[in-house]
């Protein structure tokens, strides 16, 4: 079984529509991370979280991270074709002084907002 | 200019051959990783290494050989290609603990 699991595997919406995509590990995360990566492309850095409770936003994508650190949504308002790709939840699993900066992936969820 | 840049982009190559990827950075890390991505999109790191050391080395065939010349290059070696080898490939770096940034890919396909 994997250690982060995304769901869903495959999303397709309307354009404005609103979404979100969920990342679940059975550990503590230490860091998680969300990238982006469009076709042939490589992975763009979205927002990292660190804390219990934390929430980032950057233009119309927020992500949280839970209290208990096991599990965080990105959540898209308004949904753009713009936003179309492929959405990867990394983590941190080590944290304190052994972290090595390796990072566990999700599966990934693949996104396609229909004009 | 590029943060992370690879070579090459594509590279197609038969079966038993030997190739490598280059990889450099100019931002100035400690931190470099090579990742792979195989055909379901999943994204496992194979080494990191931290200002020339190795650090990470999973658990990858002894076919795969990181080789970092310095700080700010990290290439990969690969013999005896197999078809299993076929996926992308992506370098990356960091400095602390945000791995934020990622190379472009290499997509390597084995015929």
């Known amino acids: 079984s994997q250690e982060l699991e995304q769901s869903p595997q495959s999303l397709i919406v309307q354009e404005g529509k609103n979404l979100t995509i969920n990342c679940t590990s059975s550990k503590t995360l230490y860091g998680l991370y969300w990238y982006k990566q469009k076709y042939g492309e490589g992975l763009i850095f979205l927002m990292m979280?660190?804390?219990?409770?934390e929430e980032k936003s950057h233009e119309k994508i927020t992500a949280k991270l839970d209290e208990k650190k096991q599990q965080s949504s990105l959540h898209i308002t308004a949904s753009q074709p713009s936003h179309a790709g492929i959405y990867l939840c990394g983590a941190d699993m080590t944290g304190g002084s052994g972290n090595t900066g390796k990072l566990i992936f999700g599966q990934g969820t693949t996104l396609q907002v229909k004009p | 200019d590029t943060a992370v840049s690879q070579t090459p982009k594509y590279l197609v190559t038969q079966m038993g051959n030997d190739k490598s990827i280059k990889c450099e950075q100019n931002?100035?890390?400690?931190?470099m990783y090579w990742y792979k991505q195989d055909s379901k999109k999943f994204l496992k790191i194979m080494f990191s290494?931290?200002?020339?050391?190795?650090?990470i080395n999973e658990t990858v065939p002894n076919r795969f050989s990181p080789k970092s010349p310095d700080k700010a290059h990290l290439n990969l070696h690969i013999n005896s290609l197999e078809l299993g080898d076929s996926a992308v490939y992506f370098c990356a770096s960091s400095q602390g603990q945000a791995l934020a940034f990622f190379g472009q890919g290499t997509r390597l396909t084995v015929v």
């Open positions: 290494y931290n200002n020339k050391e190795l650090i």
């Open positions: 979280l660190q804390k219990g409770g």
């Open positions: 931002l100035g890390h400690d931190t």
